[in-house]
Every structure is written in C-alpha cells, then in structure tokens.
C-alpha cells in the first residue's frame, strides 16, 4: 500500500554519514523524524552515522494510518537496520517511546546489534486500553504533545484512527511477550513525569530483558517526548559515554575470549 498524502515539510526520514558506527533512531507513535532530529543530529556531530527512518503512516495525514499495521512499521525500521549494516560495523538502536518496542523488537529478532537506547519505551498503557474494543475506523482527536519545554513544536496528528490505536495494543501485546529475548546491553531513560506512556513501563522492560548489561537513567525536567524537551543534552551526553562504554566493553570481551 501506498501513502496518499504527501510528506509534511520536516517529517522527512534522514540520514547522516559518519563513521563505522552506526545508530539507528526509531521515533514514536503518531510522531515523525523531527522528533528526534536534534538527538540525531547532535549524535552525528560525533562522527555517528545516523539513520532514523519515517514509519508509514507517519508525517502525511492521519488517514493514512488506517493502511499500516505494526507489521509495516517493524518492516521499515528493520530495512533501515538492514541498509545501516552494510557500512556500519557496530549499530546501536535508540527509539522513543513506541521506537522503544520496535528497538526491542528488533534487538530480540537481531542478537548482534550491539546496544539499544530506550527512551520512556512504550509496552503497556492502560489508557489506551478502552479502545480494543472500539469500532476501528473511528478517529479519535488528539492531546497536545506531550513535553514540558513550552516552545517545543512536535509534527504530529491533530486526530488518529482507533485502527491505529489498536495497532499499537497489539503490538505492545507481541513484543512484552519477547522481552526474554532480548539480550544486548540496554540504557533506559525516564521521565519521572510522563502523562502518556507510565514511567513503571521502564522499570518493567529493565526486569524482564535478559541483558547482563542494563542501566536506568532517570530525567526530572522532562516530559513524555524526552527528546525535544529540557534534558535533551543529557540524553545525548549520557548515550554517548554508554555507546563508547559498551564499545570498550566487547572489544575486552572479544580480546578475552580470543586468549581464553
């Protein structure tokens, strides 16, 4: 299926050339690429190579979203890894909030990625339940963004499909069911006041994930959409000192088992 609207003017997908590392960045549900554009861009001002792929559905028009399942979303952040392999050695994976589930779903399905970023990462949102049930082709309208910084301007969608909500249930569903899987070292940022996805969701996933390497950064100025609000830098500071500690940490693991 083919989008029918055209791409809003900075919701575009982006790309950004940098060394043999790469990171992938997977934005949320009802978001686009802008949304984590500053965080890509400050990565790859580090010499990153940055890849942040747009969800279908996303940054055209909510009617869109009634086309798309979870399969395609996963699909597209996959194929964006996919592509990142090929001139990257090393790729780490940061999603926010529904990037989260997809980065966990990617890092279950793929065991060499070598570290995952969960930003107030999505599995469980109780207030969105009620809409299971709900005829699918309804639209619902839609909160203001959810972000402390009062200058912050997040492309998104003033209505969205039930359809699309109960896409993203499902989804949930599927992926807290695998979290077993799920075995390279993981960073979880949260925000201690979240008014979308529960700060507990965190917690959660940190308990459930099999990775012998986990730390949980906790953010007090920051609401749901992280990446666009007062403690941005920290997100980037923090993800590049764990970037290049779990890079040192393998390359000493490799070297050890090599003697071993």
């Known amino acids: 299926m083919n989008e029918r609207y055209p791409v809003i003017e900075g ?50 028009h909510y009617k869109d979203l009634e086309q798309f399942s979870y399969d395609d979303w996963f699909g597209t952040v996959e194929r964006a890894y996919t592509e990142l392999r090929k001139s990257c050695a090393k790729v780490f994976v940061i999603g926010q909030s529904m990037g989260g589930t997809l980065s966990l779903d990617l890092a279950s399905r793929h065991p060499e990625i070598e570290g995952i970023a ?28 959810d972000i402390k910084k009062a200058d912050a301007v997040e492309i998104t969608y003033e209505q969205a499909p039930i359809k699309a909500y109960q896409q993203l249930l499902g989804y949930m ?13 993981a960073l979880c940022f949260q925000s201690l006041e979240d ?31 992280a990446s666009m609000d007062y403690e941005l830098d920290v997100i980037v500071n923090k993800s590049i000192e764990w970037i290049k500690r779990v890079t040192v940490a393998t390359a000493d693991a490799a070297k050890n088992s090599l003697y071993a």
């Not at 043999?20 to 934005?27: A, R």
């Not at 469980?124 to 009620?130: G, L």
């Not at 569903?173 to 070292?185: F, I, N, T, W, Y």
């Open 195 to 225: 008014h979308v996805v529960p700060p507990s969701n965190s917690d959660y996933i940190l308990s459930k994930i099999r990775s012998e390497h986990r730390k949980k950064h906790q953010l007090h100025n920051s609401y749901h959409i």
């Open 118 to 145: 969960l930003i107030n990462p999505a599995i469980d949102i109780p207030q969105f339940e009620n809409f299971r049930h709900q005829p699918a082709h309804v639209y619902v309208t839609e909160d203001a963004p």
């Open 11 to 60: 919701a575009e997908a982006f790309f950004l050339k940098g060394h043999s590392t790469g990171i992938l960045l997977c934005h949320g549900f009802l978001g686009t690429p802008q949304s984590v554009r500053e965080l890509g861009e400050a990565l790859g001002k580090q010499g990153y190579t940055v890849s942040c792929p747009r969800l279908p559905g996303h940054g055209t």
């Open 173 to 185: 569903d599927v992926v807290r069911a695998k979290l077993g899987e799920v075995r390279c070292p």
